[in-house]
């Protein structure tokens, strides 16, 4: 069978058929014997493919999910610390002397 | 969209997806957590995608080829072929012969034929989360039936 034919099954399998292809593929159903028995060996595998399917342990999806939301609050942690530690630097070098009072009321 | 809900809907797409070319569990585990992650970060970017699961996939893709050279590298060469470990689900007995002859083609292979008749790819989509030619998809995925009807006739025979 040739490559145009197995695109064909594959839209097919895929629900992606344009309307010339839908005639095209009842067309080569109606006649010939070849493509049909290939479609149907085609379509049976397809299923026996969404057969081998496995669902992933839901502890360790939950696990995984848990890690990702985990590392996501230290990211922004680390983030929100340099970004104090940068502010305060610059606020020490250029408040006058007279505000460090209200810097240190202000942090607590 | 939530990350919540992207998680819980394209978890086992992914993880399904990465099983067609790796067996250590802990290793897909892994990409699992490094490509979730990176979805995380960039969230706002899913609204400008056409394909949320091409781009999840694509991602993961990326992630799955960077590990497995790091992998490499650190003389665990064979850590991509390593057998299943026991946390993941056994397969039912009626599947376990067409698994059996899934493993006989390479992993790049299973991955387009899993990618074309599960998860509903078309050729250009592949290619793009496989960082390969459309030509070189198809005709991967040409010989990959025709070498997978030749063993399905075998069994059968």
């Not at chain 1, 005639?23 to 379509?43: I, Q, V």
């Not at chain 2, 290619?127 to 998809?137: D, Q």
Request: proline content about 3%; hydrophobic content about 40%.
């Amino acid at each position: 069978m040739n490559h145009v034919r197995e695109d064909l099954i594959i839209k097919y399998i895929q629900n992606d058929l344009s309307v010339e292809e839908k005639m095209e593929l009842y067309d080569l159903m109606l006649k010939d014997g070849g493509f049909r028995k290939r479609l149907k060996e085609e379509l049976e595998f397809s299923r026996k493919l969404r057969d081998t399917n496995l669902t992933l342990d839901r502890n360790v999806k939950d696990r995984i999910y848990q890690e990702i939301r985990l590392r996501a609050v230290k990211e922004n942690l680390a983030r929100m610390d340099i970004g104090n530690l940068v502010t305060e630097k610059i606020l020490r070098l250029f408040m006058p002397k007279i505000c460090s009072p209200l810097f240190k009321m202000l942090k607590k | 969209m939530v990350f919540e809900e992207v998680y819980n809907e394209y978890v086992d797409i992914v993880f399904n997806y990465l099983r067609q070319r790796l067996k250590d569990s802990y290793l897909i585990e892994d990409i699992l957590q490094e490509t979730f992650y990176a979805v995380y970060r960039n969230l706002p970017e899913l609204k400008k995608k056409d394909s949320i699961k091409s781009w999840i996939l694509s991602i993961a893709h990326n992630k799955m080829v960077d590990k497995i050279r790091k992998v490499s590298k650190e003389t665990l060469p064979d850590l991509a072929e390593k057998e299943a470990e026991p946390s993941i689900d056994p397969l039912p007995e009626s599947t376990l012969f067409l698994e059996e002859i899934l493993q006989k083609l390479p992993g790049e292979d299973r991955q387009i034929l899993y990618g074309l008749y599960v998860l509903q790819l078309k050729y250009s989509e592949l290619a793009e989360i496989m960082n390969l030619p459309e030509g070189t998809i198809k005709s991967k995925a040409y010989h990959a039936r025709k070498e997978l009807k030749d063993c399905l006739k075998e069994g059968a025979g």
